[in-house]
Structure formats: structure tokens, C-alpha cells
């Protein structure tokens, strides 16, 4: 069975991901943006091994722990698309500007697109390509326990924010309702920070897609 635990991570309360295979105990992690001895001892509690770096998109508070934790624990980064290349390439200066540790740049094992999955033990995610906040930003869908790994994309009664480069307001928009709200109403989303929701909560009260 799929499983998973929130672990809000840096100053901007992040909230990375450590999800597992209960049968396997093989894990990966979306979105580690940093404090990694955090994340490792939360991984070590849990008895987990940890297989793979999962990325929805290449903020700072998302990918700037990724390429230390890649180089170090020798796995594979997966995600997001490569629209995202160029905040790859920029996450050394992202670090500098918003007074983070040092990020390393890198290049992801594997891009991913809309349409793709990803495994973890027996268990395995749809992806969903969700431009708009970036324009690689990606989604991991689980069908059984239907959760769904939102990234920056939706948070509860909000969206994500269009200003930053590469940002798109009306893609945004789109991208939420083709491509989240014909997942159910009944899925609850882990978005990038704050608490969860439900697609179909959002849909009725979020001021800026409600009622789409």
C-alpha cells in the first residue's frame, strides 16, 4: 500500500514529501528543498530506502537540496520536464538571492511528461504535466488512495504565483482544470505548502478556480 509523510523543510515551510511502498519499504522524496539531515533522520525512523529523488518543479524551496542528495546518497533525480532546465541551471544564484545554503545545479536522470509514471516499490504514481507556476512543473497522481502531489500548482484557496519567469496566469488556470479537476473531487491534494485539500473543496470555495 502507498504511504506517505509531510515534512515541511527551509525557511519557506516547504512541504517535501517522503513517500513508500509498505510492502517494500523502497521510498522517494518530491521536493527536497533542503535541511536533508532532517529529511534523513525522518527516513531512518521510518525504515525506509530511499531510492529516488521525484521533483515537481525547480524552485529553490523544491530542488535545492536535491543535487547534494543525489551526489551523496548516489540516486537518480527524476523530474520535472525539462521547461524547468533553465531554474536548474540557476539554483546556485536562486540559493544566494533568497540566503539559502549553496544549491548545486544538475541534470535529472529522467525528464518527465505529461502522461508518464513513476514507481516506488509496488506502487505506482501518474504524472501530470501542470505548466503555469513554472513551465516544467510536473504532478504525481496516486490512484489508489487518491493523493496528489501538487507542487506550487494549487494550495488551499489560493493558486500558485505567475511572477516569477517563465510564469503564466491564463496556463495556470488551464492547467488546473484540464488537468487536475478531472482526477475526482474526492482527491486530496499535498500542495507545496500549507494545509491539505480536496480537488472538489477547491472547485467549490477556492476564490480563484472556484466554480470551474
Known amino acids: 500500500m502507498f504511504r506517505y509523510l509531510t515534512v515541511p523543510v527551509t525557511p519557506f515551510e516547504q512541504n517535501c514529501s517522503i513517500v513508500w511502498c509498505d510492502e517494500t519499504l523502497d521510498a522517494a522524496v518530491i521536493d527536497p528543498g533542503g535541511d536533508l539531515p532532517l529529511l534523513q533522520r525522518e527516513i531512518d525512523r521510518l525504515?525506509?530506502?530511499?531510492?529516488?529523488?521525484?521533483?515537481?518543479?525547480?524552485?529553490i524551496d523544491h530542488a535545492g537540496g536535491a543535487g547534494?542528495?543525489?551526489r551523496e546518497s548516489r540516486l537518480p533525480i527524476v523530474?520535472?520536464?525539462?521547461?524547468?532546465?533553465?531554474?536548474?541551471?540557476?539554483?546556485?544564484?536562486?540559493?544566494?538571492?533568497?540566503?539559502?545554503p549553496p544549491a548545486e545545479s544538475f541534470k535529472p536522470t529522467?525528464?518527465?511528461?505529461?502522461?508518464?509514471?513513476?514507481?516506488?516499490?509496488?506502487?505506482?504514481l501518474q504524472?501530470?504535466?501542470?505548466?503555469g507556476h513554472t513551465p516544467g512543473h510536473v504532478v504525481f497522481f496516486e490512484p489508489t488512495t487518491r493523493r496528489a502531489f501538487v507542487g506550487d500548482v494549487l494550495f488551499a484557496g489560493s493558486i500558485?504565483?505567475?511572477d516569477f519567469p517563465g510564469g503564466d496566469y491564463q496556463t495556470l488556470i488551464n492547467s488546473i482544470t484540464q488537468r487536475l479537476w478531472p482526477m475526482g473531487n474526492d482527491v486530496v491534494f499535498i500542495p507545496g505548502h500549507g494545509p491539505e485539500s480536496t480537488f472538489g473543496d477547491?472547485?467549490?470555495?477556492?476564490?480563484?478556480v472556484g466554480g470551474t
Open 110 to 124: 529522467r525528464w518527465l511528461h505529461d502522461g508518464d509514471t513513476v514507481q516506488i516499490g509496488h506502487c505506482t
Open 160 to 162: 500558485g504565483r505567475t
Open 79 to 100: 523530474g520535472p520536464h525539462e521547461g524547468d532546465q533553465f531554474w536548474i541551471d540557476g539554483l546556485p544564484k536562486q540559493s544566494q538571492m533568497f540566503g539559502f
Open 47 to 59: 525504515g525506509l530506502n530511499l531510492q529516488a529523488i521525484w521533483l515537481t518543479h525547480a524552485h
Open 68 to 70: 547534494q542528495l543525489a
Open 127 to 131: 504524472v501530470r504535466h501542470c505548466p
Open 202 to 208: 477547491e472547485r467549490a470555495t477556492n476564490p480563484f
